[in-house]
């Protein structure tokens, strides 16, 4: 493991401090040999100078370890937020992409439901023209009833089956536009609340 190195900044600073600190007993102290007491000052002098530029260096190398790991920090957030706009960009163009969607079927609903109106309405009126049809038949059938038609009776016979099967197939068409036309109304709504959703 090697040892974190100190900043140019805080060498120069320890260099300056330890260069004033060995010109001062020089300038202070009178000419001759130095006292013990002045040399023990200048231990303390320099233990304490000592002291201090391992403590200002300690300071700073928390402080660095602290602005690095802020760094850090800030680089996970910025990170995370534009992980969470992404996700946000994507449910936006989704929900649109459905909102899209959804209108796009809401006008399909809404022209299979004039088709479907159109369709009833025509049923509608082939019912009643198979009504009006039924009654001249039973009309011509009593007027008929009594009279011998021969090969005409046979005739009529078929006729009078064929009006019939007509008339099941158009109720059973109209009974099958009805049912698509409440399954219609009944996807709208669905699609209604989906769309309030």
């Given at each position: 493991?090697?040892?974190?190195?100190?900043?140019?900044?805080m060498?120069?600073?320890?260099?300056?401090?330890?260069?004033?600190?060995?010109?001062?007993?020089?300038?202070?102290?009178?000419?001759?040999?130095?006292?013990?007491?002045?040399?023990?000052?200048?231990?303390?002098?320099?233990?304490?100078?000592?002291?201090l530029?391992?403590a200002?260096?300690?300071?700073?190398?928390?402080?660095?370890?602290?602005?690095?790991?802020?760094?850090?920090?800030?680089?996970?957030?910025?990170?995370?937020?534009?992980?969470?706009?992404?996700?946000?960009?994507?449910?936006?163009?989704?929900?649109?992409?459905?909102r899209?969607?959804?209108?796009?079927?809401?006008?399909?609903?809404?022209?299979l439901?004039?088709?479907?109106?159109?369709?009833?309405?025509?049923?509608?009126?082939?019912?009643?023209?198979?009504?009006v049809?039924?009654?001249?038949?039973?009309?011509?059938?009593?007027?008929?009833?009594?009279?011998?038609l021969?090969?005409?009776?046979?005739?009529?016979?078929?006729?009078?089956?064929?009006?019939?099967?007509?008339?099941?197939?158009?109720?059973?068409?109209?009974?099958?536009?009805?049912?698509?036309?409440?399954e219609?109304?009944?996807?709208?709504?669905?699609?209604?609340?989906?769309?309030?959703?």
């Amino acid at each position: 493991m090697t040892a974190p190195r100190a900043s140019p900044t805080m060498a120069v600073l320890s260099m300056c401090l330890l260069c004033a600190l060995a010109f001062v007993p020089t300038l202070a102290a009178p000419v001759g040999d130095p006292t013990p007491a002045q040399q023990e000052e200048l231990t303390l002098l320099f233990h304490g100078a000592l002291q201090l530029g391992q403590a200002l260096n300690g300071v700073y190398r928390a402080t660095e370890t602290r602005l690095r790991e802020a760094s850090h920090s800030l680089g996970l957030y910025g990170q995370t937020l534009g992980f969470l706009g992404q996700e946000l960009s994507h449910g936006r163009d989704a929900a649109l992409k459905l909102r899209t969607n959804l209108l796009e079927m809401q006008v399909e609903e809404d022209i299979l439901k004039l088709q479907a109106e159109a369709t009833a309405e025509m049923l509608g009126e082939v019912a009643q023209g198979q009504l009006v049809l039924r009654e001249t038949m039973q009309r011509l059938e009593t007027q008929l009833r009594g009279a011998w038609l021969g090969p005409a009776n046979q005739e009529f016979e078929a006729l009078k089956a064929r009006a019939d099967k007509q008339s099941h197939v158009i109720w059973a068409l109209t009974g099958h536009v009805q049912r698509q036309k409440q399954e219609m109304e009944a996807q709208q709504r669905r699609l209604r609340q989906i769309q309030e959703r």
